[in-house]
Structures are given as structure tokens and as C-alpha cells.
């Protein structure tokens, strides 16, 4: 994927407030971690303009890195829509992956035909430390299919998350990440030069960075 498109995503998840920076009152994630981002992919799905532009970023870069796919699985739930875009776009067979089974009928993790034997990318819409998303690449493995790698529309680049990756040797690429946007926010006047060494020592340590 071109770094044009990768800074013009950056530029619209900040437009539309899916990605907020605010580094005097940070947010709280559900984790209980404290942040001066907050992101919410899930407000895309709002604007089709932005729709088609992640759309495309997605094609692109399973088109480069994963040409063998042979079908696409959607994280649930913030991932199912660009998961069933992607994969119509593509013509390709369709599965979406829940974080735990169902707890009634046939108590499904794996939504849509078993992917057995075929060849998955995993579409994700955000990367933090990369437990959850590991843990559906996981759940196809476990299906017996050949999951080619994963990707996603933003990460923080966490070294736990990079980490995690390797170490369940799973290929991943993503549409935007946070270095893109930050140097995209302070160009767009969203967060100002000095309050780049706070956010690069929250990222460095998420898990215990709090303002002070």
C-alpha cells in the first residue's frame, strides 16, 4: 500500500474523531490503562467515502502481500463489516471470527462455512497489544486453516504487540499506525510539537505511563 493512502487514512480517522489525541486530559481505556489517544474504527463505517478508501487500502494490501488468499475472515465485531466489504470486493468466500463461541444453538466460534484447508487473512480494524486478534488467528489455525497473515487499519506499534506476532509467527501489515499520525496530527494542528516526548513515553509503557 502506497504511504500517500497511508497518510490519508490517518488524516480522515482524525477528521471524523474515529482517532481523538488529547494529551492534558488522556482517556481511559477499558483495560483501566490511561491514554492520550482513543480510537474508534468503528465510526468509518458512517462515512462511505472513507468506507471505500479502507476498502481499498485493504484490497491493496492483501493484492501485495498475501496474492494466495483464498478467504477472508472478519474480526467481530468491529472488523465484520470491512471483512464482508473486502471480501466482495475480492470475490472471495467470507467467515467472521467471534471472541468466544456462542452460547446457544451450535455455539459457533467460526461464523460461515468451516475454512478447513484454505488459505485465510485475518482483517482486523485495530491493533493494541495484539492478544485479541492472536487469539482468532488462533482459533483458524485450530480449524486446520492456513492463516497467510493479518491485517488491520491501525496499530500503536506496541512493542507487545510486535512481540506477540513474532512469537506466533503471523505475518501482519496495517492500513495507517501511530507514528503516521502523529506527525499527521501536528501537521493537521491537532496536538502541538512539545507534547510529542509525552506521547512517545506513553507508548513506550502504556500499561503504567499516567499524567502527570
Known sequence: MSSALNVEIA?????????????????TWASGWKSPIYCDNRKTYFYPEIRKIITRGFVETIK?????????????????????LVAEAMNLPYVYVRSEPKKHGLENLIE??????????????????????????????????EVLGLTAIFTYQFDAAINA???????????SNYETLIKTAIEMNYVEQHHLETLSEWRKSPGTWKQE
Open 11 to 27: 488524516k480522515n480517522l482524525l477528521q471524523i474523531k474515529a482517532i481523538k489525541l488529547n494529551v492534558e486530559q488522556p482517556f
Open 64 to 84: 501485495e502481500k498475501f496474492p494466495e488468499a483464498e478467504v477472508i475472515a472478519g474480526v467481530a465485531t468491529g472488523a465484520i463489516g470491512y471483512g464482508a
Open 112 to 145: 460461515g462455512e468451516n475454512p478447513k484447508g484454505k488459505k485465510v487473512v485475518v482483517i482486523e480494524d485495530l491493533l493494541s497489544t495484539g492478544g485479541s486478534s492472536l487469539k482468532v488467528v488462533q482459533a483458524l489455525r485450530d480449524a486446520e486453516a
Open 165 to 175: 506476532f513474532k512469537e506466533k509467527q503471523c505475518d501482519y501489515h496495517t492500513l
